[in-house]
């Protein structure tokens, strides 16, 4: 948002967010004695031990105890937890590592792999849609792995029943770089002026949609760059404003924590929640996680609609219409939004990687390029079905 928009009512922009309210929301410090079920509290973080509590998992009235607390936690308390010994058995995740190394080892052969969202291309070793793939190479692993009742639980107690997972492998070898701070999907993986046009309400609303989480695969000690985060900085309404900006940053770089993960923990956090991962910087650790990415089911539309039918039917009138003058920008963009599909996501992001940004051309993009561009009908109905098929899992 430009800084003649900073004061629209309604709306956050990152040159009117204040910096002390930030300093001193984040100063907070956790009482753990209001936390029910932790085995303690580790630099502001509630840690739970789930070698406990697992026996209770199947008493329901304990899950919606538990359930009340991890969700006052991610909204508003600390903003992220840990569970510890998730896995009682660790033999699901070697299986499971087994597994992605493979895939890793292939997908390196192939051309044009290896689109990462903050690491350029071969620095580290990504596997998106990891969820589909090792149910598809490892059916029994992926029972093992996914049959995880505290992991279900901390889903539901954010996200409710009925859930939508997915999930992604990072892998980062010695040497690997730290990510700038920042805040994650929705609205984190929108660039600066998108996420201006929402409105505050949105913004409120976008963490409440997504949970991330991430297993750990081998053990990970501060040195190898397990997660750095910024307690309580979920709770700042206007972050997806104000993440991006240097004195935000500066802030997280001088007052993040880390905490060391052994495999088999779990660690989950409101997307909101300030964070990145850090720098590898041991000799031999070879950092290996799969991130979580768990969505609300109300994140669908009413009715199915065949959009990419709609916009070659509409190609030609849209673009004569804009030529002529028929369409002024304003009407323009309103038959678009009408008719096109806006969102970059769900997609297939081995076919359809964020390149240049955070999110793949949406479909009303194209169609913006090509009406402003003049194409012809074959010429947009070839780049939209290249589209569609990048998008195909």
């Not at 730290?178 to 993986?189: E, N």
């Not at 009407?331 to 964020?354: C, H, K, M, W």
């Amino acid at each position: 948002m430009n800084s003649t928009d900073a004061r629209r009512p309604g709306y956050y922009a990152a040159d009117y967010c204040d910096l002390e309210a930030f300093k001193a929301l984040t100063s907070q410090t956790l009482d753990g004695s209001t936390l029910r079920f932790a085995a303690s509290v580790e630099k502001n973080v509630p840690v739970y031990d789930i070698d406990v509590l697992r026996p209770r998992f199947s008493d329901q009235e304990f899950r919606y105890q538990i359930m009340a607390e991890w969700a006052d936690i991610l909204q508003h308390s600390a903003g992220v937890l840990v569970l510890k010994n998730a896995y009682d058995d660790t033999s699901a995740i070697d299986a499971a590592t087994k597994v992605y190394e493979d895939i890793i080892a292939r997908e390196k052969e192939a051309p044009g792999g290896g689109a990462d969202h903050f690491a350029a291309a071969g620095k580290n070793d990504r596997v998106w849609n990891s969820l589909q793939k090792l149910c598809e190479h490892a059916p029994e692993t992926f029972v093992q792995y996914f049959a995880n009742p505290a992991i279900d639980t901390m889903c539901e107690a954010w996200l409710g029943p009925n859930y939508q997972m997915t999930a992604q492998v990072n892998l980062v070898h010695p040497g690997g770089g730290a990510q700038l701070a920042h805040r994650d999907y929705h609205l984190g993986f929108q660039s600066a002026g998108i996420s201006a046009t929402y409105p505050a309400h949105v913004h409120d609303l976008s963490p409440l949609m997504t949970l991330q989480g991430g297993i750990a695969h081998c053990d990970m000690p501060v040195e190898s760059g397990p997660t750095r985060l910024l307690p309580f900085s979920q709770q700042f309404r206007s972050g997806y404003a104000a993440w991006r900006r240097v004195d935000f940053r500066a802030h997280f770089e001088q007052h993040h924590i880390q905490l060391p993960l052994k495999k088999g923990d779990a660690i989950f956090f409101s997307p909101a929640l300030f964070h990145a991962a850090g720098a590898n910087d041991s000799e031999d650790i070879h950092r290996f996680v799969n991130l979580l990415q768990i969505s609300s089911p109300f994140g669908r539309a009413m009715e199915t609609v065949n959009r990419k039918k709609m916009c070659q039917i509409l190609y030609p009138h849209i673009r004569k219409a804009f030529e002529s003058g028929a369409l002024s920008e304003s009407r323009l963009q309103a038959v678009i939004a009408a008719s096109a599909e806006g969102y970059s996501f769900p997609t297939n992001l081995d076919l359809d990687p964020p390149v240049g940004g955070l999110a793949p051309e949406t479909q009303q993009a194209l169609l913006h390029k090509a009406v402003h561009a003049g194409w012809s009908e074959h010429a947009f109905s070839r780049e939209l079905t290249a589209q569609e098929e990048r998008k195909r899992a």
